[in-house]
């Protein structure tokens, strides 16, 4: 019974702190400076966020998962009330597409932070596959696609951020190259796929629709 309350009142911690931090993602696009402005309506800084909240609330595999579906959700809502409370619309509730991408993506990112803390050593250093290709994918993207509307610098920041993840793991969990070997290979595998995917998004979104 414990357990169970622990983790309603995890999985509220998650919550309201999705909420709060995609509301603060709005005026930070404007008063964050200028080559770190881009962490607030990027997905390698919503992923950045989701995780820590998932990582300090301690949930276990299956509730992180639900968690990191939910959380991505509410911080596109906490973005949209404040967006709207400073006059800028963004569209209808729960129906904006990073709504449908957090769907999706939130529970690989949840059930990846809590392997992070309670997976086997495998399990671990697989772990980092997801949030480190999204951090290079993105940073690859913006390089290769928004550099000329974006500072370069909080790009280059991403993919350092990805490797130093990755690498830190790494070292922590000694892997056999069984498993180092494939998770390094995904990364970059799933980084190309990301810059790919996240290239044709208006494309790939109006032809699921």
């Not at 992923?47 to 609330?57: E, G, K, N, Q």
């Not at 959380?71 to 800028?88: K, N, T």
């Not at 999204?134 to 290769?144: A, F, K, N, R």
């Amino acid at each position: 019974m414990r357990g169970r309350f622990y983790s309603a009142g995890a999985f509220l911690f998650v919550m309201l702190s999705a909420l709060v931090l995609g509301g603060l993602t709005s005026p930070a696009q404007q008063y964050l400076p200028e080559f770190m402005n881009s962490f607030a309506n990027s997905c390698s800084g919503w992923v950045l966020l989701v995780s820590l909240v998932i990582w300090f609330s301690r949930l276990r595999p299956l509730p992180a998962s639900a968690a990191g579906a939910a959380a991505f959700v509410l911080m596109v809502e906490g973005y949209r009330i404040v967006s709207q409370w400073r006059g800028f619309y963004y569209g209808e509730p729960f129906q904006d597409r990073f709504t449908v991408i957090g769907v999706a993506v939130g529970p690989i990112i949840g059930l990846s932070i809590a392997l992070l803390r309670y997976g086997t050593r495998a399990w671990r250093t697989l772990a980092v596959i997801p949030v480190s290709t999204v951090l290079l994918g993105e940073g690859i993207y913006g390089l290769t696609v928004i550099s000329e509307t974006t500072s370069p610098i909080f790009w280059w920041l991403m993919i350092a951020a990805a490797a130093t993840f990755s690498l830190l793991v790494f070292w922590r969990q000694r892997p056999a190259p069984k498993i180092a070997v494939p998770a390094v290979l995904l990364i970059m595998l799933g980084a190309g796929t990301f810059w790919w995917a996240y290239s044709n998004l208006d494309q790939l979104l109006a032809s699921g629709s």
